[in-house]
């Protein structure tokens, strides 16, 4: 039977550090602000919101928030972001995704400053740790490194299979994977034989959106399984993209959902936040 990997008790002690630093970095007197910049009422997205609030609260940094109508037009909201840009009391800026259709995503990801690209999103971010240079790092990722790493997981030579491809998930990891020299394949919609590919991971990180549907013999004997899925049944129920209940009698170790990655991602916004803090030198 798996171990259970704790991401609420791992993340509440990333959380717990990052404290005692912005104390410290208070008292050199250089402070911290997030921009949270939202657009409509999106009822997740409203939850994300708040739950970011009150990380910073918590770490002890200020957070301005933008509430917008759904209306906004493109130009209104890259005029926000250049003066958030120039603001220089304003550390990180975060606009929370998705945004309305009218709104092009990608253009907004590439008007904010990529030293206040707390996401990560930013394709100048996403170039450095491509080529291993210092930069912010998408959150959901890091966190899933910082999972392996706290949990004593060795990357290290090991075969990474990861199952999904987006910007925000699948290709950062794998580059962070490559990072910590695993061998890495990355899986998507269009790849064959997925079942025999999976099961060849001594770490299996599955980000593909569809509930559930990494059965038992999808994983290797002793794997280790990261599950990035969230979903909610008819029961009101939170699940996975992985069976959990087949998975954990194969894995050695497991994420869990709820309470496995979802709290990392907030955790190291945070992280993010204090890095944009001290210039990104870390
Ligand atoms: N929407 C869902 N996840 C995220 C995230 O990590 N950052 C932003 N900005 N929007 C999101």
Redesign the pocket.
């Known amino acids: 039977m798996a171990e259970i990997i704790d991401g609420k008790k791992i993340s509440a002690e990333i959380k717990e550090e990052l404290k005692e630093k912005v104390a410290s970095l208070k008292s050199q007197g250089i402070e911290g602000c997030l921009a949270v910049v939202q657009v409509g009422d999106d009822p997740a997205s409203c939850v ?1 919101v708040r739950n970011k609030k009150k990380a910073c609260e918590y770490i002890g940094i200020k957070s301005k928030s933008y509430e917008l109508p759904a209306e906004t037009t493109q130009e209104e909201l890259l005029k926000l972001i250049g003066q958030l840009n120039e603001d220089a009391s304003v550390n990180g800026i ?4 998705p945004l309305p259709s009218h709104i092009d995503e990608k253009t907004i990801i590439n008007g904010i400053s990529p030293k206040k690209d707390v ?1 990560g999103f930013h394709p100048e971010s996403v170039g450095s740790l491509t080529i291993g240079q210092p930069g912010f790092v998408s ?2 990722p890091a966190g899933i490194i910082e999972l392996l790493k706290r949990s004593h997981v060795n990357i290290d030579g090991k075969n990474c299979v990861i199952v999904g491809r987006s910007n ?1 998930v699948g290709k950062p990891m794998a580059l962070l994977m490559l990072r910590e020299n695993a061998t890495v394949t990355i899986t998507h919609s269009h790849t064959k034989n997925l079942q025999d590919i999976c099961k060849t991971a001594d770490i299996l990180i599955v980000a593909i959106g569809k509930n559930k549907f990494i059965t038992g013999d999808y994983i290797k004997e002793g794997a280790v399984v990261i599950d990035v899925g969230i979903h909610r049944d008819e029961n009101n129920k939170l699940s996975g993209d992985v069976k959990f209940d087949e998975a954990e009698k194969k894995a050695s170790l497991i994420t869990p959902v709820p309470g496995g990655v979802g709290p990392m ?1 907030i955790a190291m916004l945070m992280y993010n936040c204090v890095k944009a803090m001290t210039g990104m030198k870390d």
């Open positions: 994300y975060l606009v929370q995704l996401d959150c959901t925000i991602t």
